[in-house]
């Protein structure tokens, strides 16, 4: 999976910010910019990371599953660790 280009990074900090997940809980008062900055660097840890990540998951589980059962593994323990889920 590569890392986003520029306009999908934008769309996801758009997203973000119009998420009503994110309203109401206290979120930190950051401009535009510097929450397009925060999804750069996600954006870039992800792809640093990704082969780590995909070594993580046990065989015969890791080539059983697709790319994206994976990112919804991940984002789903994820979630779960932070109190979303």
């Given at each position: 999976m590569a890392a986003l280009v520029d306009a999908d990074r934008v769309d996801?900090?758009?997203n973000?910010?119009?998420?009503?997940?994110?309203?109401?809980v206290g979120?930190?008062?950051l401009t535009k910019a510097q929450l397009k900055a925060a999804v750069d660097a996600v954006d870039d840890w992800a792809e640093a990371n990704a082969a780590a990540f995909n070594?993580?998951?046990?065989?015969?589980?890791?080539?059983a599953m697709s790319t994206r059962q994976k990112t919804?593994?991940?984002a789903y323990v994820i979630f779960k660790r932070a109190g979303i889920l």
């Open positions: 996801v900090s758009a973000f910010q119009r998420d009503p997940a994110n309203i109401n979120a930190a008062a070594t993580a998951i046990p065989q015969p589980q890791r080539g919804f593994l991940l």
